[in-house]
Structure formats: structure tokens, C-alpha cells
């Protein structure tokens, strides 16, 4: 499910980059 969600929103929500502004929960 993860993949399905990094292909709709790689901006957003991107497990391997965690941009420090953006709070990013990894489940």
C-alpha cells in the first residue's frame, strides 16, 4: 500500500526523504 501512495503523492509523502518542514507519518 505504500508503493500506491508514494505513486500518488511522491511529493508528500516520501518514506526515503523527510523533509524537515513537513511532518511525514510513516506507517
Do not use: F, S
Not at 16 to 25: A, L, N, S
Amino acid at each position: 500500500m505504500i508503493h500506491h501512495l508514494r505513486r500518488l503523492n511522491p511529493h508528500i509523502y516520501n518514506p526515503h526523504r523527510i523533509y524537515p518542514g513537513q511532518k511525514v507519518r510513516v506507517h
